[in-house]
C-alpha cells in the first residue's frame, strides 16, 4: 500500500507538470503576419571603372609608292634602257606611232571615199491578186408535178393530206412511192397541193388501201370519188 500510493503522488505530479507545459501553449494566439520581419534586398555599391577616349581614325595625308624596282625602257633604236627615257624620248616615240597610224588609215579613207555609193535597187511591188468574183447561185428547179392518171385506171382514190407548200406534197409522195404505193399529186386552186394513192376501180380496194396506209404508213387516208381532171 505504501508504494502504490507514492506511486500514484508521482505520476500525478508528472501530468500536472505536463499540463502547465502544453496548455499555454495550445491557447496562445500566433504572431500577426505584420508583426514577422519583412525581406530586405541591398545592393552593393557600383564599381568604379576607368574609361578612355579613342581618336576616330583619319586617313594618311601622302601616298607613298616604292620605286626601288627598276624599270627596263627600249627606244627607237632597239636599245635597252635602265631608267626613264625622259619626257622628250617619250614624246618623239608617241608622235612617231601617231603617224604611222594616220599614213596607214588614210589610204583607206581616200580609196572609201573616192567609191561611189551604189544606189539601192527599187523592189518590185507584188501584182495585187484578183478577187474571185462571186458565182451567182443556182436558181432552184421548179419541182414537176406527177401528172394524174387518166380516167379509165379507176375512179376512187385515197386523199392522203393537202399542203400549202409543194414540196411538202412532193416529199410525202416520194416517201410513199417508196413504200409501194401509187402516190399522185394534183394542184388545186387557193394554193393547195392535194397527195392522193390511187386510182382504184371499186371503192372496196380502195378501202383496202386505206387500210394498208393506216397499218404500214400510220396515215389515216379518205377514200373519196375522182373528180374531172384528177
Do not use: H
Request: proline residues 13%; positive net charge.
Amino acid at each position: 500500500m505504501k508504494y502504490g500510493k507514492r506511486e500514484r503522488i508521482s505520476g500525478a505530479v508528472i501530468l500536472l507538470a505536463l499540463g502547465v507545459i502544453f496548455i499555454p501553449m495550445l491557447f496562445d494566439e500566433p504572431p500577426a503576419r505584420d508583426e514577422r520581419p519583412s525581406p530586405v534586398m541591398t545592393l552593393g555599391k557600383p564599381v568604379d571603372i576607368d574609361r578612355s577616349t579613342v581618336d576616330a581614325p583619319q586617313p594618311p595625308s601622302e601616298l607613298k609608292i616604292g620605286t626601288d624596282v627598276p624599270i627596263t625602257f627600249v627606244d627607237g633604236n632597239g636599245k635597252v634602257r635602265d631608267s626613264d627615257p625622259g619626257p622628250g624620248i617619250e614624246n618623239a616615240s608617241e608622235s612617231r606611232a601617231r603617224v604611222a597610224e594616220a599614213q596607214q588609215l588614210s589610204p583607206t579613207r581616200s580609196v572609201s571615199s573616192s567609191e561611189p555609193k551604189a544606189a539601192p535597187t527599187p523592189q518590185p511591188k507584188p501584182a495585187p491578186t484578183p478577187k474571185p468574183e462571186p458565182k451567182p447561185a443556182p436558181e432552184p428547179k421548179p419541182a414537176v408535178a406527177a401528172s394524174a392518171p387518166s380516167s379509165s385506171a379507176g375512179g376512187w382514190a385515197v386523199q392522203v393530206g393537202s399542203f400549202g407548200k409543194p414540196a411538202n406534197a412532193e416529199r410525202l409522195q416520194k416517201d410513199l412511192q417508196s413504200k409501194g404505193f401509187a402516190a399522185y399529186r394534183v394542184a388545186r386552186d387557193g394554193n393547195l397541193t392535194v397527195v392522193f394513192v390511187g386510182p382504184y376501180k371499186s371503192s372496196e380496194i380502195g378501202e383496202s388501201a386505206r387500210s394498208r396506209l393506216q397499218e404500214q404508213v400510220n396515215i389515216k387516208g379518205l377514200l373519196v370519188r375522182r373528180k374531172e381532171g384528177e
